[in-house]
């Protein structure tokens, strides 16, 4: 058979047996599935603060919106596993996501609920892909502030101190986030070098996820990504040639500030061939690993923010101080009273300091909002400090 029978019968059989590759597997992209749907949202105005309230009714808002089509999506599944309802993280069996909204009506009501009704744009699919989704989603998540601290390692053996200013895959990184949306915000490591600690920046560049968490609060950071970046030189032989090739290697880890949850880490590889000169090599290889891990780093914040931002369920830590063992059965009390409060476990209680933590729909800020001034039996709670993930209060 001549090459040209050959390949004129294997088209027909690709013609022929197309139709059943799909069904046996071979499947198509998936059409993604968009639904518009009006949910209603409501929020306590605390001390008058009506901006406040207003946001935290639009997110509750969106957050229906969002568990509403999900729950469209697996109406066909069973909502009950293990004798345990699943309905309450339906947001989690989806990937969907708000693209827009618009708000169509608002107002305070008389009993000091603040309540939006909103039409909302949900979509099934890649949240990074959608630009206006990513700019609501940080917008969302009050535009968490960013700190990077990488250590680098080019054509040498030893480490490069983390005061001396290569910072190629610091900048790599934060550019790779930046083309993915402007609103990424980012903590320019210069402005806060001098409050850097070198011995705590190096146990946090050699694996100390607590020392990583206590410089991103140095920084004032919200998230601190922190790893480390390395590029050597290997010879390898192609049809009798030796080149000469410069390879690096980029890791990372994201971590939350507050609460020193790790939502993320990854690995980038990166190569460079022919190398005239090798430092130069190297930084080509090393831009290369950074942008290949900034692409892989940037869908696990976008998941974890997503997650946060519409209807995940938040842990929050919360030290209370000048509290007695009765003054906590009365906290926890006042918690159920709390907007989206679900549970709450003491961690620790010593010399009248108590830590909980305590999971919750709306995010820290929220929760100090409605806490702030209630009555707990004969004292009553006064809000120190607030991030997201913590609270710190005093009972007076």
Not at 14 to 23: E, K, N, R, T
Not at 183 to 212: N, V
Not at 251 to 257: D, G, L, Q, V
Not at 349 to 362: H, L, R, S
Request: hydrophobic share 45%; proline share 2%.
């Amino acid at each position: 058979m001549s090459i040209r029978s050959f390949a004129g019968l294997l088209l027909v059989l690709l013609f022929h047996f197309a139709p059943l590759l799909y069904a046996q597997g071979v499947s198509r992209p998936a059409p993604q599935v968009t639904e518009t749907v009006q949910t209603d949202g409501m929020a306590p105005v605390v001390a008058e603060n009506v901006v406040n309230a207003r946001d935290n009714a639009i997110q509750d808002a969106l957050r229906k919106a969002v568990e509403q089509v999900a729950g469209t999506m697996i109406a066909s599944e069973t909502l009950v596993q293990n004798s345990q309802l699943l309905s309450d993280n339906i947001w989690s069996k989806s990937s969907g996501f708000v693209e827009r909204y618009a708000l169509v009506k608002e107002g305070r009501s008389a009993d000091g609920m603040y309540t939006v009704s909103v039409s909302a744009l949900v979509k099934k699919g890649p949240l990074e892909e959608s630009i206006a989704a990513l700019h609501l989603l940080i917008e969302q998540m009050r535009s968490p502030r960013i700190a990077v601290l990488m250590r680098e390692r080019n054509m040498t053996d030893s480490w490069a101190d983390v005061s001396v200013d290569l910072n190629i895959a610091e900048t790599v990184l934060r550019n790779r986030f930046l083309e993915k949306s402007d609103r990424f915000k980012f903590i320019d490591r210069s402005t806060a070098k001098a409050r850097l600690d070198r011995s705590r920046a190096l146990a946090a560049l050699g694996g100390d996820d607590a020392a990583a968490q206590a410089i991103g609060q140095l920084y004032d950071a919200d998230i601190v990504v922190v790893g480390e970046a390395y590029a050597n030189t290997s010879v390898v032989e192609t049809f009798g040639t030796r080149v000469e090739s410069a390879q690096a290697t980029a890791t990372a880890r994201m971590i939350w500030c507050d609460t020193g949850d790790i939502i993320g880490s990854d690995i980038g590889k990166g190569a460079f061939a022919p190398v005239v000169e090798k430092v130069a090599g190297g930084r080509n290889a090393l831009e290369k690993a950074s942008a290949q891990l900034g692409s892989k780093l940037i869908p696990r914040i976008i998941e974890d923010w997503r997650k946060k931002a519409i209807g995940g369920d938040r842990q929050i830590a919360v030290t209370i101080r000048n509290a007695t063992l009765s003054d906590l059965k009365n906290f926890v009390a006042a918690l159920q009273g709390v907007t989206g409060f679900k549970n709450a476990h003491r961690r620790e209680f010593t010399a009248g300091v108590a830590v909980y933590e305590i999971t919750c729909k709306n995010d820290g800020n929220a929760v100090a909002e409605e806490l702030d001034g209630k009555a707990v039996g004969a004292k009553k709670v006064g809000v120190v400090s607030v991030t997201p993930g913590s609270i710190e209060i005093r009972l007076e």
